[in-house]
């Protein structure tokens, strides 16, 4: 039987060294060196050598894992084992040195999320979890919310910034709920905000056109919180994050009616 504990705790001491690259490029990043890889999509030498790195130490983890990688450090194919990294989640936040970002790892076995870490660099958070293990922050075990109607909760969002067939629905939908919900919030960092569903700070959160590697990591540590993730149709298996419905269990109804009563 797979030791999933002590892989998660391989990757969080993979991501943690990472995250000290990160945090010492950040006391003097260059902007003039970022790159677009499309419309309001970045990329710098950080995030390169932040994947570089975590593909070297996930390697020497699983040998035999496959990787999934935002910049493309590695694309090897695993029969059984998949590493599904995101170096920098809130690339944007980092080039204008705003917070948070993160080092988000997933691991999929035989495609189905078992481990994740999602460490925010610069907050002193690790979230971690492990299939049938429970989710943890720095080591305490965490658990969703308790808000039983939207009237009750507080929502994060990312808008969109590449796809925008879908905008004026979604923008609908934000309306409502800045007048039936404790608010709305923006962070900007797609594996924090779930992982913030997963430890009560959100009750919800929602968005369209993100990817596996954003969300990988997030599905199993919400998910052993005690929470639910879907995509707005309501389907929970094979998710790519292109739409993502992340809530504590209770809220995912009453949300996923309203969303598509927006036509989303």
């Known amino acids: ?3 999933y504990r002590k892989i998660c705790s391989e990757i969080e001491a993979a991501a943690a060294e990472t995250a000290m690259f990160i945090v010492r490029e950040a006391e003097n990043f260059d902007r003039n060196r970022t790159e677009r890889k499309g419309f309001n999509d970045f990329v710098s030498y950080v995030d390169r050598g932040a994947e570089m790195a975590l593909v070297e130490h996930l390697s020497a983890i699983l040998p035999e894992a496959g990787f999934i990688t935002e910049e493309g450090s590695s694309s090897k194919k695993g029969e059984k084992y998949c590493f599904v990294i995101d170096p ?14 993160a080092i988000s790892v997933g691991l999929l076995d035989d495609d189905k999320p078992v481990v994740g870490v999602i460490h925010a660099v610069g907050g002193n958070e690790v979230f971690t979890a492990w299939k049938n293990g429970g989710a943890w922050l720095n080591g305490k075990r965490i658990n969703i919310s308790a808000a039983a109607k939207l009237s009750d909760s507080l929502v994060a969002t990312g808008f969109p910034y590449y796809d925008f067939e879908r905008l004026d629905n979604y923008l609908q939908l934000i309306a409502w709920l800045c007048k039936h919900t404790h608010g709305i919030r923006r962070f900007g960092s797609a594996s ?13 959160f929602f968005e369209y056109g993100l990817h596996l590697y954003d969300i990988a990591a997030g599905i199993t540590i919400l998910r052993e919180a005690g929470g639910k993730i879907s995509d707005f149709s309501g389907n929970e298996n094979g998710l790519t994050g292109s739409e993502i419905i992340a809530s504590n269990n209770t809220l995912h109804s009453e949300f996923l009616q309203k969303a598509a009563g927006f036509g989303l």
């Open 1 to 3: 039987m797979t030791d």
């Open 88 to 101: 920098l989640d809130g690339t944007t936040n980092f080039v204008h040195g705003l917070k948070p970002y």
């Open 192 to 204: 924090i905000d779930i992982a913030y569903v997963a430890c009560g700070r959100f009750d919800v």
